[in-house]
């Protein structure tokens, strides 16, 4: 059963830092991208990073380039998405995702974690 379990988020000032985590179980790791997503009050889920099977290849929204940082460790199942310089637009429940494939895709998500940057 494929599970991922976000971790690290929090109330942070803004200029701050934050660390999130995501721990995956199920499946076997190595063999898929990783993707974070966050989703903001009444707006809709966007994706904020993404990271190859590999680690070769990461991507980033424009609004958080040069600020967030995507990694993986694959010896431990999880991946990272490193928050530098916050600003209260980040403010958002965010999301880990991968699709597996098993007979065809599936696509699963994390419960969430809250992110909040405020004063």
């Known amino acids: 059963q494929v599970q991922l379990v976000e971790s690290g988020g929090g109330l942070v000032q803004p200029g701050g830092s934050l660390r999130l985590s995501c721990a995956a179980s199920?499946?076997?790791?190595?063999?898929?991208?990783m993707k974070w997503y966050r989703q903001a009050p009444g707006k809709e889920r966007e994706l904020v990073a993404t990271?190859?099977?590999?680690?070769?290849?990461?991507n980033y929204a424009d609004s958080v380039k040069g600020r967030f940082t995507i990694s993986r460790e694959d010896s431990k199942n999880t991946v990272y998405l490193q928050m530098n310089s916050l600003k209260p637009e980040d403010t958002a429940v965010y999301y880990c995702?991968?699709?597996?494939?098993?007979?065809?895709?599936?696509?699963?998500w994390g419960q969430g974690t809250q992110v909040t940057v405020s004063s």
């Open positions: 995702n991968t699709a597996v494939y098993r007979v065809d895709w599936w696509d699963y």
């Open positions: 199920g499946f076997t790791f190595s063999r898929y991208g």
């Open positions: 990271i190859s099977n590999d680690g070769g290849r990461t």
